[in-house]
């Protein structure tokens, strides 16, 4: 009887709670409509730009990259060439040297492209990365590659190329840095031999 009489009282209690709410009290809110220019907004538009001129690798403004004691190569950062493209875009472009073990230089123009969200929402485009020209260190000029697309970037990442899981960490872990010398922090925080990860 007890037990009858508790029961009763708690679907009353819960009957009245929700005839109490509104649609503003829901947990979705099904009043948001997402305007035309805020959707155009989400959407990841590349934008087009000049690959620099040919740097010389032995420059100073190289950052040495490390990627782990096994690592057979030599990378290394151009700091100069990290640019944060405009919005929509807001890909971060670089160069990069992968020094052989013989000393042989391998310079590539490359993006890293950070999603907003770990989730993706919609058309959102997922964290990425592209090569927008490898380097002839000989004829002094930039090649483009065939495969011109963006390369998600999975879980996977760390054990096929650890070199940019490296970057990955260092620009989007904890939300990409707004401008160049956000990223040139990050990257000698997280990115040198003697830091810690």
């Known amino acids: 009887m007890r037990r009858t009489a508790l029961l009763l009282l708690a679907l009353a209690a819960g ?3 929700a005839s109490g709410l509104s649609q503003k009290d ?3 809110n099904t009043r948001y409509r997402e305007t035309p220019e805020e959707a155009a907004a989400r959407e990841f538009k590349e934008q087009t730009a000049e690959l620099p001129p040919l740097p010389d690798t032995h420059s100073d403004g190289w950052f040495d990259i490390y990627v782990d004691e096994n690592y057979g190569k030599q990378p290394k ?3 100069d060439s990290l640019q944060i493209m405009p919005a929509p875009d807001t890909s971060i472009r670089y160069i990069l040297n992968i020094r052989s073990d013989k000393g042989y230089d391998n310079l590539t123009a490359e993006g890293i492209f950070c999603a ?3 989730i993706g ?8 990365y592209k090569v927008f020209g490898y380097g002839d260190t000989v004829n002094r000029r930039w090649i483009q590659p065939r495969n011109t697309g963006w390369k998600p970037i999975g879980g996977t990442l760390g054990r096929n190329d650890a070199l940019r899981g490296v970057l990955y960490d260092a620009f989007c872990g904890g939300g990409a840095p707004a401008d160049t010398q956000g990223l040139v922090q990050r990257l000698k925080e997280r990115a040198g031999r003697y830091t810690r990860r």
Do not use: A, H, V
């Open 77 to 79: 950062i151009l700091l």
């Open 26 to 28: 829901t947990p979705i």
């Open 121 to 128: 929402f919609g058309n959102g485009k997922p964290s990425s």
């Open 116 to 118: 907003r969200s770990s």
């Open 15 to 17: 009957t009245s709670l």
